[in-house]
């Protein structure tokens, strides 16, 4: 009897479920069957003989579920005994033969061994216990072991396939019907993942069709995603064919690929977006250009694909325009961006490799470092202070090798600070005699409000290999998002490609409708109002910057542009006390937002452009109430206390 057992298959198969209180064949209260398949060939005959048990499968099955039970043979034997019981009692009952004389000897074994099992492991005492999937890493109740892990499947009563019933008088085919049931059964939830489905032969004989049918329904099912077959082990859901019923946690699904923001607090006054007044936008002038463009002869031809450099029309006025100021030689090309930020990204795209190392200003705007990020460059910060780019960090950090350099010389961002003649000369041929390529970012360029203003490197360089960037959007209009660059023609060439790769060509009713704007005067009008409403702004953010913030702030004094960048006092940090501003109705942006090596942790960045003089003087006076107070509180608290007198 005990010898039987080698004559069983690996895994355990489910035979057949009944409902609760059913008598099965033989009279017994049947709480639940497990059947298994016989072998004509013991391939692991080996393995049995060296280590005495049926193989992997039980030997996994007894290591995770039953651990150190000392009898866990009865419970095995009662299984296998409940099982051939089962199975001679129907053979028995089809022939018509009677059990002889041994049988109820044969009957007693078999019951001791059941009962031994059920009062040991019982299926309500694993219910209890809880397993962890191995598959799914879900905890499921219930007498149940992945079949993946290696062990075979067992289950409680609830945990059974749910059997198909099939309409033999519908219209629709019996495989069709078999594959809908468990489709729906798997992604509703009631199949989970890891769980087996029966084997053919036994479905097919346990719902009284041919195995055909059920196979077919199988192929259909795994074609899909749904189950894959293992041979020799049996037909299981797959892990994402039972996740459909279950809503995506996006959160993981993303891991750490978004980029950390500020917190979205509504404030009164806002200083934390460096963008243009939208009061100052031009709107009838705007609507004068649009409608001249839609009554042009060529608005279809507009309003179709066009080509990925541009509106043919804008590129040869900008690159006429560069060429006027020097900027551009009969080598270079112009082709049209969706900004400065694309202009960089198609840069990018086409320069850097992981592992190049990139030169940086520290701080610097995020955007273009997490960009350089994205193509897993090693990004090298050089400090930009107020005197400008730290000329000798500059040329350590050449000497170690550099691919590509990024510089905003003009009105840097986040600082507002402008490079100086000599240092813009020194710059051009430290990366000459480096081999690297310079960027030059003059997004905010053409915004000085008072001073002389400064040749940019495309100017200054003799051989023309600086890649200019520049946009429409610091000046009017920036969801229009039109911009460009100027570089040698094979650059300009190579980016047009990665352009048509990336959204095939910019909006061109945009960039006709800036043509228009341009062509006609517009633009020069409304440059002279931007001029004169920020040189206005300026000067009032840095007379509030005098006036209210603490004695120990420091802050730059730009010429231009849109910024200007406040570093506190220690132990001050300006992340920190952001809520206590927000409280206050008034917005910035944090300077460890424009970290490259450095946390700048102590700074901020103030953006004036977008707010009036009066809530300029108004939002600085509350930012220095802020942080006086946060200063005196700081201090007080590190005061040593004062002896008692007596």
Request: hydrophobic share 40%.
């Amino acid at each position: 009897m005990f010898c039987q057992r080698h004559r069983f298959q690996h895994d355990l198969r489910i035979f057949k479920r009944q409902a609760a209180g059913q008598h099965d064949g033989d009279g017994g209260q049947g709480l639940f069957f497990l059947g298994e398949e016989l072998t004509d060939d013991r391939r692991d005959a080996a393995q049995i003989a060296r280590t005495g048990h049926e193989g992997p499968y039980l030997d996994g099955f007894e290591a995770a579920v039953l651990p150190q039970q000392p009898a866990h043979g009865f419970a095995r034997l009662g299984r296998e005994q409940s099982f051939i019981k089962e199975r001679r009692g129907a053979e028995n009952q089809a022939a018509g033969l009677a059990h002889d004389g041994g049988g109820g000897i044969l009957r007693q074994q078999e019951c001791l061994g059941f009962l031994v099992w059920f009062l040991l492991f019982r299926p309500g005492q694993a219910h209890q216990q809880g397993r962890q999937s191995q598959v799914t890493g879900q905890t499921h109740t219930g007498f149940s072991v992945s079949a993946y892990a290696g062990g075979p499947m067992w289950y409680d009563r609830a945990q059974m396939v749910l059997l198909p019933q099939v309409d033999h008088g519908s219209g629709e085919p019996l495989y069709r019907q078999l594959y809908e049931h468990f489709r729906d059964a798997i992604a509703s939830g009631k199949i989970v993942a890891g769980e087996r489905l029966p084997a053919t032969r036994e479905l097919a004989g346990t719902i009284g069709l041919n195995r055909n049918t059920i196979s077919a329904a199988y192929a259909q099912l795994e074609a899909e995603g749904f189950i894959v077959t293992h041979t020799g082990r049996g037909t299981f859901v797959t892990p994402r064919a039972a996740a459909p019923h279950q809503k995506l946690d996006w959160n993981a699904f993303l891991g750490q690929h978004t980029e950390r923001r500020p917190s979205a607090v509504p404030v009164r006054i806002s200083f934390a977006h460096s963008r243009p007044a939208e009061e100052l936008f031009p709107l009838q002038a705007f609507a004068e250009s649009c409608e001249e463009v839609l009554r042009g002869e060529d608005v279809s031809a507009i309003l179709q694909l066009g080509s990925p450099g541009g509106y043919e029309p804008l590129r040869q006025l900008l690159l006429e325009q560069t060429r006027l100021e020097g900027a551009a030689g009969a080598s270079d090309g112009v082709m049209i961006s969706s900004g400065c930020q694309q202009a960089l990204d198609l840069v990018r795209r086409v320069l850097v490799r992981p592992g190049d190392r990139v030169i940086l200003e520290d701080p610097i705007y995020p955007g273009v470092r997490n960009l350089l990020a994205e193509s897993k460059a090693e990004l090298v910060g050089v400090p930009f202070n107020q005197d400008g780019l730290d000329l000798h960090a500059f040329e350590r950090a050449l000497l170690r090798g550099a691919r590509l350099v990024v510089l905003t010389p003009n009105f840097q961002n986040p600082t507002g600070l402008t490079m100086s003649l000599e240092a813009r000369q020194h710059v051009i041929r430290l990366a000459r005699e480096a081999g690297a390529v310079l960027v030059e970012n003059d997004s905010y360029g053409r915004l000085r409000y008072q001073g002389e203003g400064v040749p940019t490197l495309k100017q200054l360089d003799p051989f023309g290999d600086v890649i200019l960037l520049r946009s429409f959007s610091k000046m009017s209009f920036p969801g229009l998002r039109v911009g460009w660059i100027s570089a040698p023609l094979p650059l300009i060439e190579a980016l047009i490609d990665a352009k048509q790769r990336t959204d095939l060509h910019s909006d061109q009713f945009s960039q006709a409708v800036m043509l228009a704007f341009v062509e006609a005067g517009r633009m020069l009008e409304h440059q002279r109002t931007v001029i004169e409403a920020g040189r206005r702004r300026l000067a009032a953010a840095l007379a509030a910057c005098r006036e209210h913030l603490p004695e120990e702030c420091e802050f730059t004094e730009p010429e231009g542009g849109m910024n200007l960048w406040i570093t506190l006092p220690e132990p001050l940090d300006a992340g920190e006390l952001l809520p206590r501003a927000q409280r206050e109705g008034v917005g910035y942006l944090p300077g460890s937002f424009f970290g490259v090596t450095a946390d700048h942790r102590r700074s901020l960045r103030l953006s004036f452009a977008a707010v009036d003089t009066a809530d300029i003087t108004r939002g600085v006076a509350l930012l220095g109430k802020v942080f006086r107070g946060e200063l005196a509180e700081r201090r007080w608290g590190q005061r040593e206390p004062s002896p008692a007198l007596v």
